[in-house]
């Protein structure tokens, strides 16, 4: 359910109305829009009277939200979250954002040269992974710390934001300490005490999709970081498992459009880990723009052949330069800017 505050509401008429929720053992969480306040009422609802709140002072009305994932759905909130990063740039907003970088980081050398590279070429924010959750426990699983202390290097040069994943719970504190977006990815999007870990950190978390994850499960995966009280969650379609195997992954644009009629939140795409393949990736980022994402991921590397992790799938720095160029025009055509 939401409760919907009358435009001329006071700050005390809204404290009281979350007073009350939590009288009965619910939660609300205030949801401050444009105009208006609303109060989005989660737990299980059905011990509510649901007249009640409409004669509290201040309330406009109450309405029930049908979605299950009552903080990500449109239904309570009808505007876009917008995620305010430490540069001054956002996620979710006119702009698109990129974020690029190598897979895993191999040294500070590596991590320094690409972030100053795709920062003169655009980028909004750098990726790198020093956890790196690899199928076989044989490869190389990352620098840990050490690749954290690279990454905010990085950072303090170029000014980036830095993004990282985060593997389990115990890392928070840690991963915390140097990132500024955490990353879940596609084999912890159902970690549920990952999500809710990384909800209490209050940082904003890239939450990839399960690579068999429905929507209304990747919704409901968003919803465990938003129940945190963190409502900073930016949604990445990284590709799902299908029959085919040609392509690492099969790309879901569909679900971009699809998302944005559902949710709020802002949805990324990550055409490397979609496709596998480095000769996809300008084609489905340009796609991935075309039907209306707020941003990308993109693995980029100064040598990929020599890249320690998805060399296969990882674009050079001058490759990634003139896809930035090239996204330019599609970006207008839709109404948005890179
Ligand atoms: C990554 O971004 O390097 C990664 C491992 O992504 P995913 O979880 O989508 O496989
Ligand atoms: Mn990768």
């Known amino acids: 359910m939401i409760i919907v505050m009358k435009a001329e509401s006071t700050k005390e008429e809204v404290a009281h109305v979350l007073k009350e929720i939590e009288k009965t053992g619910l939660k609300g ?3 401050q829009g444009t105009n208006r306040n609303v109060i989005a009422v989660i737990g299980d609802e059905r011990i509510l009277p649901q007249d009640f709140w409409d004669v509290l002072p201040g309330v406009e009305k109450s309405v029930p939200i ?6 990500a759905s449109r239904e309570g909130k009808d505007f876009n979250t917008i995620i305010h990063l430490p540069n001054g740039k956002t996620i979710g907003g006119e702009k698109i954002a990129v974020i690029a970088g190598p897979c895993a980081i191999e040294s500070k050398e590596q991590i320094v040269e690409i972030a100053k590279r795709v920062k003169d070429a ?5 990726r790198g992974g020093a956890f790196k959750p690899r199928s076989n426990p044989y490869t190389f699983q990352g620098l840990m710390e050490e ?7 990085a950072r303090d040069v170029t000014g980036l934001p830095i993004v990282t994943e985060i593997l389990t719970p115990e890392h928070v504190k840690l991963v915390s300490k140097y990132s500024d977006i955490l990353q879940v990815g596609t084999r912890n999007m159902q ?13 904003p978390v890239i939450l990839k999709r399960g690579m068999s994850a429905t929507h209304d499960e990747f919704l409901l995966a968003a919803e465990y970081i938003l129940s945190q009280n963190n ?5 990445c379609e990284r590709g799902i498992r299908t029959f085919e195997t040609f392509t690492r992954f099969t790309l879901s644009l569909s679900i971009v459009p699809v998302l944005k009629e559902m949710t709020h939140l802002p949805v990324i795409v990550d055409p490397s880990h979609g496709t596998g393949k480095r000769s996809l990736v300008n084609p489905m980022s340009k796609g991935a723009i075309a039907v209306g994402a707020d941003g990308l991921i993109i693995e980029t590397h100064p040598d990929p052949e020599k890249s320690f992790v998805d060399g296969p799938q990882t674009i050079d720095l001058d490759a990634f330069a003139q896809l930035m160029e090239e996204m330019k025009p599609v970006a207008r055509a839709v109404g948005r800017e890179i």
Do not use: C, D, W
């Not at 049908?66 to 903080?71: E, H, R, V």
């Not at 409502?231 to 949604?235: C, R, T």
């Open 66 to 71: 049908l979605a299950p994932y009552k903080l």
């Open 231 to 235: 409502p900073n969650v930016i949604l």
């Open 147 to 153: 690749g954290l202390i690279h990454m905010a290097h």
């Open 29 to 31: 969480v205030l949801l």
């Open 122 to 126: 655009g980028a909004t924010a750098i």
């Open 191 to 203: 970690n549920f005490l990952l999500l809710r870990a990384v909800g209490e950190s209050g940082k």
